[in-house]
């Protein structure tokens, strides 16, 4: 009892310490990094929109004064402008803007603001040093152009401060039904919007598909799975096995899962597995995860309980490490667990047996890659002693050959 | 340069029996055709009525034949040539089996003419046709695409041009439509499907271990605190060179399609990009490109050597060759693993040389929303730009990147792209061609500086600010944003780049258009100002290709984004991922918020840049439905994309 407790918290602890940073990613340690946080939200929108900005009186001096100068806008003066000569900090403010960060220089920023009128700018009054600047962004892009209409420019189109008023409710309706029939409409409605996003896909992969030459007998081995559906829901097939030519099938399994995304790179499972050996035909339920850990790890875990109630676990994890474009190096680990011991499988409780793989692929296409390499597997524990019982060696090295693919 | 792409060849050879299964396993170099150059237009059809035969056919790229969708028979699509002030009545012929449509990417129809199945119209059936019937209130330069599926991929799209009733400020003596586009092999469905089940399938530009212990891109700590937030930053566009060839008005980069000019010209160019996911990063080595237009509307004339177009954007650039010689227009995937090519050129039959593909960005720290980390002890994270860091001899492409010329020596016209990127020439024993960079112009230098936000930040006391504490996924951050596997991340800091050039483009070395640099011509229509604003947060997952707007695709959500008719609002675009996105509205122009008050640029569709930020505001005075959406068509094939309802006051709700 105490074993089954313990495996079950190791397999758990696992599962919660990969699946956990799925869900928000923090950056902390990551040297050489300062950033400001956005100390509060900006307040994006100023009380405005009244429609008595002298826009429309600025705007003629504006134009003439933009057309003569056409040709070069990045040639122009700003000398017009008192106090904005410092084109460097214009830039400067538009980051500020829209990071709205709490920025110690910007003290210095409202001081070569100084020159703008301020008088007839909502948005900008009541805008004191260090604060966030909504309405500051309006001459942010001005850099480079006329400045010399800038108090006329200021006040009018896309430089003025947004309103706050309340969006509308969405129509219930659907325009295009007045034009046309509406059951023609809501095919036409469905079929949109099954083809932006609501398609369902499939794969079918096997990660491991190899011949293993090993002391005494060779063997094969394969580990794949399949899956369709859409990007959330997934019906997955899972098979794993191995065997000795002339011996036939040593383990084989499989599973059917229904997966569901709970993040951004986690699947959680659960289902049945039915192994057809070693030993009697047995069924399992099962439930476990599957994802991208950080660094690039591919993980899978899970907890299967057979239908005599032994308890068993497993945990896999894989690294790609490209070494060219072309050429990748797989190490893989695989760890089996049991709860108890099961000798009908000749299976020890706790870590019960262990593989260790390298594996070094060459991908013709991304789907098709031969690879070779050698692969350690080693059965521990009372695991082993049933193995040596049986006069089998608890531990296999064998070099392998095989082919990943997918279609 | 002829070296490291045959040692690449040799290596990818002798590594693998059976490389014709490869990916970018094209025709050997000696099996490239190389063409004389096309100097074909494109067919033009135009007057009162119009009639448009969509169809499925074979294009050929490069000498090799390609299924695809065209209209009328051709790839593009037939240049629609309208004036300003008539009617035209556009008959649809769908001879397809499956449903399609079109919809005319910029202009102001009324909205059952606006061509969004399920949104505008219930789509064009196949084997029927639909007559679109509308006045044109507008000039200038635009296109039209398929709404539907994937069909745009496959060659769905052509110009439009339309004169101005009036007399067009432009003055020019000659123009060519430049549409720009990325063709596969793979089936649309195909790529979509690599995308969905295996995030990073097509980058071959990925760092590599070899790439680390040879000094290349970032550093092992770096690679370690990326890899802590599982976050590739080489994961710059979603599909690239290996998996398509990049066109230039239907031709592949070794067809060598030409526009012809008389040295002394001033030739317009008007630059369209119909691609499916591909950023294109412009210039003509040699030429300054002197921009007069963007998205179908005038602006100030702006001079620069370089732009950056994002799909569904246009840009107007007059150049003015004075010499009797070819230029190339290089149109270069913003990931750097292939380029669109063409040549200007005074007669037919001539090539110039052709730069080689510059270095591959790096995303930062700031294209994941973390702000400006550039400068004072940042060194070391903004890794985008260092030069001489080596080339990765496995790093694939497509074929264009066997164009660039082995001799140099032509030098000046070329050289002033090469600067940075250009890595593969360090190999060669460049250093004899010093004198050749004498060509280059430095005097644009100091231009540049002034639309650099990030080298300004001087005056920013970088000692308060507190890294422990930011998170890459802080909803509070986003309280709007549907919590969910979609969300990979919020970005904490998302800065307004409008005053960059586009991820990639900050240090080439020359002056690279942005956002700032546009002013409109006219005075904006409506100079009000918006009575609200809303924020509309760009979000996704790479690891599952999941795009969405506010955390929700368009296959969770009915509600449509709602509008009074006639009242303006400011929308703040919040891009909480490390891609950029061109937003594109449907039925509307708006007006970027970048500082030019009343004669702020008006656009259609928009950049926002990884991790940024960009503000416009609207009229909304289209009554109806209208689709707002990502234009990578993946993005919004994955869900990236609303409704926009507009209503007239009282009716709504």
């Known amino acids: 009892m105490i074993r089954l407790a313990a495996a079950l918290a190791a397999t758990t602890a696992l599962a919660a310490l990969v699946a956990a940073p799925a869900q928000g990613q923090s950056m902390q340690g990551m040297p050489g990094m300062s950033m400001p946080m956005p100390a509060k939200k900006p307040a994006p929108k100023k009380p405005t929109a009244t429609k008595k900005f002298p826009a429309k009186k600025a705007a003629p001096a504006k134009r003439s004064s933009t057309r003569t100068s056409a040709t070069k806008p990045g040639d122009q003066s700003m000398s017009d402008m008192p106090g904005m000569s410092a084109t460097p900090a214009q830039p400067a403010m538009t980051g500020m803007d829209h990071g709205a960060m709490t920025m110690p220089a910007a003290p210095a920023q409202s001081g070569t603001m100084e020159g703008m009128d301020h008088g007839s700018m909502p948005g900008m009054q009541s805008q004191t040093g260090a604060s966030s600047m909504p309405g500051m962004d309006m001459p942010a892009g001005q850099a480079g152009h006329d400045m010399s209409a800038m108090s006329g420019m200021a006040q009018t189109g896309t430089n003025l401060p947004a309103g706050t008023a309340p969006a509308p409710q969405p129509p219930i309706d659907h325009y295009a039904e007045k034009l046309f029939p509406a059951h023609d409409m809501a095919a036409a409605r469905r079929d949109m919007m099954r083809e932006q996003g609501g398609q369902t896909n499939y794969q079918v992969m096997f990660n491991l598909a190899e011949f293993q030459a090993r002391k005494g007998r060779d063997g094969y081995r394969w580990d794949g799975e399949a899956w369709i559906g859409g990007d959330i829901n997934r019906l997955w097939l899972k098979s794993e096995g191995e065997g000795a030519f002339r011996q036939g099938v040593e383990a084989a399994e499989i599973q059917a899962l229904y997966s569901r995304a709970i993040g951004p790179y986690f699947n959680l499972q659960g289902g049945v597995r039915h192994d057809f050996k070693p030993g009697r035909p047995t069924t399992y339920a099962t439930v476990g995860f599957e994802g991208l850990a950080p660094y690039w790890f591919e993980v899978e875990g899970a907890l299967f309980l057979s239908d005599k109630g032994d308890l068993l676990g497993r945990l896999e994890g894989y690294y790609d490490q490209r070494i060219t474009q072309r050429v990748v190096l797989q190490p893989r680990v695989e760890f089996n667990l049991a709860a108890q011991d099961v000798r009908e499988t000749r299976t020890g409780a706790g870590l019960s047996s262990a593989e260790l793989g390298l594996r070094l692929r060459y991908e013709i296409t991304r789907q098709f890659a031969p690879y070779i390499g050698v692969s350690y597997s080693a059965k521990t524990g009372q695991t082993a002693r049933y193995a040596r019982a049986d006069g089998e060696d608890p531990t296999v090295t064998s070099f392998v050959a095989g082919v990943r693919l997918w279609f | ?653």
């Open chain 2, 1 to 653: 340069m002829q070296h490291p792409y045959s040692r690449r060849q040799f290596i990818r050879g002798s590594a693998v029996v059976g490389g014709s299964l490869a990916l970018s396993s094209y025709f050997p170099a000696w099996a490239q055709p190389v063409s004389a150059g096309i100097t074909t237009p494109l067919p033009t059809v135009s007057g009162n009525d119009i009639t448009l035969r969509i169809a499925r056919q074979t294009m050929m790229i490069d000498g090799r034949s390609s299924p695809a969708i065209g209209i009328n028979g051709t790839v593009p699509a037939p240049l629609i040539r309208l004036r300003e002030g008539q009617n035209v009545r556009l008959n649809v012929v769908n001879d397809l089996a499956e449903d399609s449509s079109i919809h005319w990417h910029g202009l102001l129809v009324p909205p059952q003419f606006d061509g969004v199945p399920g949104v505008s119209f219930p789509g064009i059936k196949g084997r029927s046709s639909y007559l679109y019937e509308f006045p044109v209130r507008q000039n200038g330069t635009y296109w039209y695409h398929s709404h539907s599926g994937l069909q745009e991929q496959l060659g769905h799209y052509g110009p439009i041009v339309i004169d101005p009733a009036g007399e067009d400020p432009v003055k020019y003596d000659r123009e060519h439509v430049i549409v720009l586009s990325d063709h596969s092999q793979i089936s649309p469905e195909g790529i979509f499907r690599r995308m969905k089940v295996d995030p990073g399938h097509f980058n071959f530009q990925r760092q590599t271990l070899a790439g680390l212990l040879a000094g290349r891109d970032q550093t092992q700590k770096e690679r370690f605190d990326w890899g802590k937030m599982r976050m590739d930053p080489t994961d710059v566009s979603d599909a690239t060179g290996p998996a398509y060839t990049y066109l230039v008005n239907g031709h592949g980069p070794f067809d060598n399609w030409t526009a012809l000019f008389t040295p002394g010209q001033r030739v317009r160019l008007r630059v369209i990009n119909a691609s499916a996911m591909t950023t294109f990063n412009v210039r003509i080595p040699g030429l300054r490109l002197t921009i007069v237009q963007a998205d179908g509307q005038n602006v100030m004339p702006v001079e620069v050597e370089e732009f950056q177009i994002g799909v569904a954007e246009t840009y107007d650039a007059i150049v003015t060759p004075m010499e009797d010689k070819a230029f190339t227009l290089v149109g270069e995937a913003v990931d750097r693993s292939g380029m669109a090519r063409a040549t200007l050129a005074p007669r037919a039959g001539m090539a110039a040389e052709v730069p080689p593909l510059r270095k591959r960005p790096i995303a930062t720290m700031k294209d994941m929303g973390m702000g400006d980390m550039s400068m004072g002890g940042m060194q070391g994270m903004d890794m985008s730009g260092g030069a001489m860091r080596g080339v990765d001899l496995t790093a694939e492409k497509n074929p264009s990147a066997k164009l660039a010329s082995t001799a140099m020596a032509a030098g000046a016209a070329a050289m002033p792209g090469m600067d940075h990127g250009a890595m593969p020439m360090d190999h060669s024993g460049m250093t004899a061609d010093g004198g050749a960079m004498a060509g280059v112009d430095h005097g644009t230098m100091p231009a540049q500086s002034g639309s650099m936000p990030g080298m300004d930040h001087g005056s920013m006391d970088m000692g308060s600010m507190d890294m422990g504490s930011m998170k890459m996924r802080d909803f509070s951050k986003a309280p709007q944003v549907k919590k969910g596997p979609g969300v990979q991340t919020i970005s904490p800091m998302p800065m307004d780049r409008t005053g960059e050039p586009g991820q990639g483009l900050e240090d080439v070395g020359h002056k690279v258009l942005t956002y700032r640099d546009l002013m409109a011509l006219e005075r904006n229509p409506d100079v009000r100002a918006p009575s609200r604003s809303i924020d509309i947060h760009l979000t996704g997952n790479m690891e599952r290709f999941m795009w969405s707007f506010d955390g929700e695709k368009m296959s969770d959500v009915h509600e449509p984004i709602p509008f009074i008719e006639g009242e303006r609002v400011r929308v703040n675009l919040i891009n909480d991922s490390m891609m950029g996105h061109p937003i594109h509205i449907h039925g509307h122009f708006f007006e970027l918020v970048t500082g030019h008050g009343d004669r702020a640029p008006r656009k259609h569709t928009v950049i926002v840049q990884p991790g940024g930020k960009v503000t416009w505001d609207f009229t909304a005075d289209a009554v109806g439905d209208w689709a707002f959406h990502c234009h990578l068509l993946y993005h919004m094939h994955a869900g990236m994309m609303r409704v926009v309802s507009v209503r007239p006051k009282g009716e709504a709700a």
